[in-house]
């Protein structure tokens, strides 16, 4: 009995202490930094700080947002996530010259609370196909109801005025600054940097689930939770000119491991670089017409080798390669931060034209070659003489001795003269005096 009693003891005391030490720690802000394209690694680094801060018992979520949009299937991932977090999460807007583009714009919206640097803008939303077209009249009336529809709960409480400028950037492709979506409400705070952001939350009410909940952000510790190498390394990868790279270094390695077979190390890096490059065409929006001209430009760099041509068939190759570069990444329509550079589709052409037509005068120049290796290499070669008697004898080649004939019609030959091989006969060498 009385064990039992001091265990009991034990527990509250435990209990006890536990619960103080629980109100005496500082609250937890965890920032997150989404700088770049709202692709699906962004998701990932965003559903990962929501899950970090929610196990760490965190304050708030604060995502410190500068993009010019991206995928919509992306940014409702996100909205999604936001929404069903059980810490509130504030979009911030930062830094300075910041901007919320397209799905971007959206995502500040979806924020429990949400706020904005000086000098940044948000807007311009109207949706576009995954090929960076705009839509048809009714494509595009579908897209914009389902993104209005999507955003209208969180926004409309807000007023209408705020609803009014948040339906003109996906109907009308409106942007705003800071100071004009602050005007109607649109978003909550213009703070100038994290530590002032963190000053006029503290004390404010968000609205999270069904319940209002006040912001205590006042000696709150930060906890900054960065991107992770993978979460980069694919955000990397939907760079649509480092997606181009990896597929034209790709293409061209795997063509010269078939061209020359025998070795990896060509194969090796271009299965993985295609690999890579796929990843990035996956997730872009891109012109598919374009991989047919792509596909004629290295036809064309091949037959180039095979059937030489002077170069005429690399000089067209070259053309197709970089016209088939810019549709597949350049279409009309396809936002700026999604296109391919036009420099470096040029320079990247003609540098592969032309180690394809180096590729080309090797191979042209390994078929009048010499043979190097076998005993029919021997030919022309010289050597000395060490015996020989009625035209036969042993002569030295290089470090070698070989039984030799002396080449009919030709010279006598006598030890210690210089020979010449004439010809090969299975292990016997015909040879002339030189």
């Not at 995502?63 to 929404?83: A, F, Y």
């Not at 077979?261 to 299965?271: L, Y």
């Not at 029919?376 to 030799?404: M, P, R």
Request: aromatic residues 6%; glycine residues 8%.
């Amino acid at each position: 009995m009385k064990t039992r009693r001091l265990l009991l003891l034990l527990l509250l005391a435990l209990a006890m202490v536990q619960t103080v030490f629980a109100q005496s720690r500082e609250p937890i802000a965890v920032v997150l930094t989404a700088d770049g394209p709202i692709m699906p690694p962004m998701l990932e680094y965003i559903s990962r700080g929501i899950e970090t801060a929610d196990r760490r018992n965190a304050e708030v979520v604060i995502i410190q947002l500068n993009t010019p949009g991206g995928s919509v299937d992306t940014m409702l991932k996100i909205i999604t996530e936001i929404r069903a977090s059980d810490v509130p999460v504030v979009v911030y807007v930062a830094p300075k010259n910041a901007i919320a583009g397209s799905a971007g714009a959206m995502i500040t919206m979806a924020g429990h609370a949400s706020a904005m640097a000086p000098e940044t803008s948000i807007g311009a939303s109207s949706p576009i196909t995954s090929s960076g077209e705009d839509l048809n009249t009714t494509a595009d009336t579908k897209a914009k109801e389902i993104i209005k529809a999507s955003i209208r709960p969180f926004v409309a409480p807000r007023g209408e005025e705020a609803l009014s400028l948040a339906e003109a950037m996906i109907d009308e492709a409106k942007a705003a600054t800071a100071d004009e979506a602050l005007e109607v409400n649109l978003i909550d705070f213009i703070a100038d940097d994290l530590e002032d952001l963190l000053q006029v939350l503290d004390g404010f009410t968000v609205q999270v689930g069904d319940a209002p909940r006040t912001l205590n952000t006042e000696d709150i510790e930060v906890q900054t939770l960065d991107i992770s190498f993978i979460e980069q390394l694919l955000l990397t990868l939907t760079d649509p000119n480092i997606a181009f790279l990896l597929l034209a270094i790709g293409v061209q390695a795997v063509l010269i491991e078939l061209s020359t077979p025998g070795g990896w190390v060509a194969g090796f890096i271009g299965a993985v670089c295609i690999t890579l490059a796929t990843y990035g065409l996956g997730v872009l929006p891109v012109n598919w017409f374009g991989v047919i001209f792509l596909a004629i430009a290295f036809v064309l760099f091949v037959l180039d080798i095979k059937a030489p041509t002077h170069g005429a068939l690399t000089t067209a190759g070259v053309a197709s390669f970089i016209i088939g570069a810019l549709v597949l990444f350049n279409s009309p329509g396809t936002p700026d931060f999604q296109r391919v550079s036009v420099p470096l589709v040029i320079g990247t052409g003609v540098f592969i034209g032309l180690a394809f037509f180096v590729v080309m005068l090797i191979a042209v120049r390994s078929l009048h070659r010499p043979i190097q290796a076998g005993s029919e290499s021997f030919v022309g070669k010289t050597g000395t003489v060490k015996i020989f008697e009625n035209d036969a004898g042993q002569v030295q080649l290089e470090s070698e001795l070989w039984t030799a004939e002396r080449d009919p019609g030709s010279d006598p030959i006598h030890k210690g003269d210089k020979i010449e091989v004439v010809e090969v006969r299975g292990l016997r060498l015909i040879v002339r005096k030189k």
